[in-house]
Structure formats: structure tokens, C-alpha cells
């Protein structure tokens, strides 16, 4: 009697095994794709990769109920017109509401998880919501002119298109999960690296991009040709990179200098002074101006306050005391003003381009040729960011290459009592560089880089 209760239980326990292997993981841990298909063979491809979260337009519940079963979180998608107690009837894991839908129409949805993805402005800044998402966003890469030559941005060198001047600024308020859900280029079959530039892109601002497949790839990764599933097969290495280091996504920005600005106006749109520093692989501290605080600026040598006129007195006040501390303050021309976003715009005019040309002349002048935290040489054709544990014993640097091929011969130089350096990337679990002196502190040097790499610095 006693050998069969025992046996009971154990037989109760292994039967709860199969729930237990496929809980859905926490919004903070959804790894996110637009899932173009709802046949149940198509969740094969989900096999040995870290996705587990598909945005679904076509759907049915016994799809559904496959992903589920799988452990996959599968979130039913929303357009402006669209029938959500239909969608709730097929039991997914949440509602993905893209598009512009009036304020309480989240708020009416219970019981399951709701995602807002929509324009940039309607962001829920400063909300706490488990995930913050907006549709809209540049596509990743080297500008191009008309005719196909490189592009000059306003710092004069080549200039590339990112979405991580804006993350940065978004994820000032502090919110941990941020997804960009842009669309590839319309009719347009993108290349591998591409797919892998705009994923780092993201990545090493602390978002994720929730992975879209071309019209191009969607047909031969589902008749499984082989360079379909090896541009998969890179996706999914890249995207377990970012995902076996969670701990990147909770480092700060490192460098001694800060940018403060409001994230619902300029912090809202890319090719600002956010990603003018960026190109010049100065490490900057974007701050929130709701949330400027002495101890947000702590460890800052310079700073940049975009618009001084949106400051109250007491925040205008925390500046003087930075600049009574020995830090230099540099404020926006008299009468400027950080420009609003109006509806769908995600990038400035060039009016305000060349009106902020004059702020991004004094920031160039004001930070010369000084190390801020690191500096970097030979990537013209790349960004960086720099995170820093506010402890200052570890600090890793991102490095992003946005063109077609291998950058060689990178070196990197750093402030700090850092001891040791550790390279890593998709392909590169970790290789220890040699630590050299330079005028300033130290360096190390990086024989290749391809699509991405990231330098740990531990004391």
C-alpha cells in the first residue's frame, strides 16, 4: 500500500512535468519575432533557438495552443479596426495592440498581458509597463545618397542610420524592457548582415528588435533552403548572444559625460545629439530632465543640457551645483528649443538639423580629443557603447560594424584600474587581450571585428 502511494505520487509529479518544462517565461525574458505563419510544422524552426515569443497577425487556437505547449508565448496582434474579444477567444498569452488605438483601449483589456506598439509618441514614458514598444524606427546601416556613395553626416564623417540614440534616451526612465518592432525595407530582400546589424543595433542599447522577415525569406525559410535557414541559423546565434548576458542590459551608460534632455521630445527622434556623440564614440550618459538629480550625475565631468528653457528652478539649480563642483556645463544657444516630434515623425527636418549643428559644434569643441571613459580608433564604420557597473569594478564596451565586411586592427582605449580584458563575440565565447599603457591609462588592441563584439573590462 505504502510502495503504491509512493509510486502515485511520483507518477502525479512526472505528469506535471511536461507543464512544468513549458511555462511561458516572465515579458522581461520574451524573446520576440513576427511569426508569418500558423501551421504547426513552422514552430519546428523554433527549435535550438532563443525565441520564444511570436507576434501573431493570422492565428488560429489550436496554433496557439501548439506554441503554448512548446513554452513559446504567443501574443495575438491588434490593427485599428480589428476584433479583440475575437482574438481574446483564442486563449494567446496577450494582445499586441499596433497601431493608434484610443487611450483606454489597453485599460479594457483583463486578464492578459497588453503591448502598446505604436508611434513613438505614444509611448507610455515613465509608466512602468512590462514592455515598451514602438513600431517606428530607421533601418540600421551606412547612409547612402542618391546615387549610391557613402553619406556625411553632420560630424562629418560617414554617417550611419541607428535607432540607438533614441533607445538610450527611452531607456533613461529607467523602463528594462524596451522592444523596436521596425519593418525591413519594403520590397526589399535583405542580406544576413543586415538582418544581424539591425539586431546589434538594438541589442546594445538594451532593447531588443522584434525580428521581422522579409517577403523574400519567409517562402524559402518555409520550403527550409539551406542559405534561408543559414541566415535563420545566424539570427538565432546572434540573438542568443545578447541573450546569454542579461546582466548587459542592467549595466548603465559608463563616461564622464552627460546629455540632458527631455525623452518625449528630441530623446524621441534619431540622428539627435545623442547619436551625433555616438559616431564619435564619445561615451555619453543620456539623463531624463524629470529626472535629473545630483546623484544622476555623479562621476560626470561635462555636461550638455539641450534646453535649458524646459529646466524648472530647482533643476536649473542641480546644474550650478555641478559646475560649484569643478564640472563643465554646456547649455543650448539662447532661444533654442528641443524640437517636439510631431505625429509619425521619427527623425529631424533639416531645419532643425542645422539649427542643432550649432550645439553639436560646441560639443565637439567642448570634448576635443579628451578620453571621457574610452576612446576608440580605426571604426569609422561603427558605434560603440560603453556600460559601466556603478561599483566601477566591470565595464563592457559594444562595438557595432555596420558595413559589409570585417573591420581589422580596432584599438581601444580606457580610463580605469582595470586588470583584466576580455574579448567576446557571437562566435567567441571569451579570449583575453593584452592590457598595454598609453598617455591616458591604458589599452588593448582587437585584431578582427565583424558584425558585432563586446570588450569586458574587470579589475
Known amino acids: 500500500m505504502r510502495l503504491a502511494l509512493r509510486t502515485g505520487r511520483w507518477m502525479a509529479v512526472l505528469g506535471c512535468l511536461p507543464l512544468l518544462l513549458a511555462a511561458s517565461p516572465p515579458p522581461g525574458a520574451w524573446v520576440p519575432v513576427r511569426w508569418p505563419w500558423s501551421d504547426a510544422r513552422s514552430l519546428e524552426l523554433l527549435t535550438g533557438t532563443p525565441v520564444n515569443c511570436l507576434l501573431l497577425r493570422t492565428y488560429t487556437p489550436e496554433f496557439i495552443a501548439a506554441a503554448q505547449a512548446r513554452g513559446v508565448v504567443a501574443l495575438a496582434v491588434v490593427t485599428p479596426g480589428g476584433d479583440i474579444e475575437r482574438a481574446l477567444t483564442a486563449k494567446p498569452d496577450g494582445i499586441v495592440l499596433e497601431g493608434d488605438f484610443a487611450d483606454g483601449a489597453a485599460a479594457a483589456i483583463k486578464n492578459v498581458p497588453v503591448i502598446r506598439l505604436g508611434a513613438r509618441t505614444g509611448m507610455p514614458l515613465g509608466t512602468g509597463v512590462s514592455v515598451l514598444a514602438t513600431n517606428q524606427g530607421v533601418w540600421p546601416g551606412i547612409s547612402a545618397d542618391d546615387e549610391g556613395a557613402k553619406k ?38 535583405v542580406s544576413t548582415t543586415r538582418y544581424l546589424q539591425v539586431i546589434a543595433d538594438a541589442a546594445t542599447s538594451g532593447a531588443r528588435w522584434v525580428v521581422a522577415l522579409d517577403d523574400d525569406l519567409v517562402p524559402r ?25 542579461p546582466e548587459w542590459r542592467e549595466l548603465p551608460e559608463g563616461g564622464q559625460l552627460a546629455l540632458v534632455q527631455d ?59 555641478f559646475t560649484r563642483g569643478g564640472g563643465t556645463l554646456l547649455t543650448g544657444p539662447p532661444g533654442w528649443q528641443d524640437p517636439t516630434p510631431g505625429a509619425g515623425k521619427i527623425t529631424l527636418e533639416k531645419a532643425e538639423l542645422e539649427r542643432l549643428n550649432d550645439i553639436w559644434h560646441d560639443v565637439n569643441s567642448m570634448i576635443g580629443r579628451r578620453n571621457l571613459g574610452v576612446r576608440l580608433f580605426n571604426v569609422a564604420s561603427m558605434l560603440s557603447n560603453y556600460l559601466a557597473a556603478p561599483d566601477g569594478k566591470t565595464a563592457i564596451v559594444h562595438l557595432v560594424n555596420y558595413s559589409d565586411y570585417p573591420v581589422e586592427n580596432v584599438a581601444m582605449h580606457f580610463l580605469g584600474e582595470f586588470k583584466h580584458a576580455t574579448l567576446m563575440s557571437p562566435d567567441l565565447a571569451g579570449k583575453p587581450l593584452e592590457i598595454y599603457k598609453t598617455e591616458e591609462g591604458w589599452g588593448v588592441d582587437v585584431d578582427r571585428v565583424g558584425v558585432c563584439a563586446t570588450i569586458k573590462l574587470e579589475q
Open 152 to 189: 556625411s553626416g553632420p560630424t562629418s564623417g560617414v554617417w550611419i542610420d541607428t535607432n540607438t540614440g533614441f533607445l538610450r534616451g527611452v531607456r533613461a526612465w529607467g523602463n528594462p524592457t524596451v522592444w523596436i518592432a521596425n519593418l525591413p525595407p519594403p520590397k526589399t530582400a
Open 221 to 245: 525559410l518555409a520550403a527550409r533552403e539551406e542559405a534561408a535557414m543559414g541566415t535563420w541559423k545566424r539570427i538565432a546565434t546572434l540573438l542568443r548572444y545578447f541573450e546569454e548576458h
Open 263 to 321: 525623452p518625449a521630445k528630441g530623446g524621441l527622434l534619431s540622428g539627435g545629439i545623442l547619436d551625433m556623440i555616438a559616431v564619435k564614440h564619445t561615451p555619453v550618459r543620456p539623463i531624463a530632465r524629470q529626472q535629473l538629480s545630483p546623484a544622476a550625475l555623479a562621476g560626470a565631468t561635462m555636461a550638455v543640457n539641450v534646453d535649458a528653457a524646459a529646466l524648472t528652478p530647482e533643476q536649473k539649480e542641480i546644474l550650478r551645483g
